[in-house]
């Protein structure tokens, strides 16, 4: 595997195992729209034509912090869009952090993503399970090995 590959895919799966579940989890309740700053209004609106949709998940007690949640956006769509990964390939890490950390927000919201990125029922089947899928491609072991040895390393140590 290359290095570019094998450094795309250690980045990806650190930004996963660390904001991922800090981000969704769900301690502060959403602000209604017509409580909004107007920073909070320009965040949202910039958010929602970004992404299709209203601030929701992990982002709302971002919205908090206008800022803070549009360069969160920004990284993600960097990191999901803009990667030297395939798309099959970080969304099974996404699946991956999801489960390792039981975020079912996460794994809600990405689970079609990965299916109709290419990968498999089965191989999202056993990652749902906490089973190593067999049968993988190449990449998707190196992808699923480095996941798992980097989220087992981080919550070693937490």
Same mark, same amino acid.
Not at 78 to 85: D, E, M, P, T
């Given at each position: 595997m290359g290095h570019r590959l094998a450094g795309a895919i250690a980045s990806f799966v650190m930004f996963s195992a660390v904001v991922i579940p800090a981000l969704a989890q769900d301690r502060m309740p959403p602000i209604p729209a017509d409580k909004y700053t107007e !920073?909070? %209004?320009r !965040? !949202?609106?910039e958010f !929602? /034509? /970004?992404r299709g949709y209203e601030v929701r998940g992990p982002f709302v007690p971002l919205i908090r912090s206008p800022e803070v949640m549009l360069r969160a956006k920004a990284m993600g769509d960097?990191?999901?869009? %803009?990667?030297?990964?395939a798309p099959r390939l970080s969304e099974m890490i =996404?699946? =991956?952090t999801a489960r390792e950390w039981t975020q079912q927000y996460e794994w809600v919201a990405h689970h079609d993503i990965a299916i109709k990125a290419g990968l498999r029922n089965d191989i999202a089947d056993a990652i749902a399970d906490g089973r190593r899928p067999v049968g993988m491609a190449e990449d998707e072991e190196a992808a699923y090995d480095m996941s798992i040895e980097i989220h087992q390393s981080e919550t070693s140590r937490v």
């Open positions: !920073a909070q %209004k !965040a !949202a609106e !929602a /034509g /970004g960097h990191l999901r869009f %803009k990667s030297v990964l =996404i699946l =991956i």
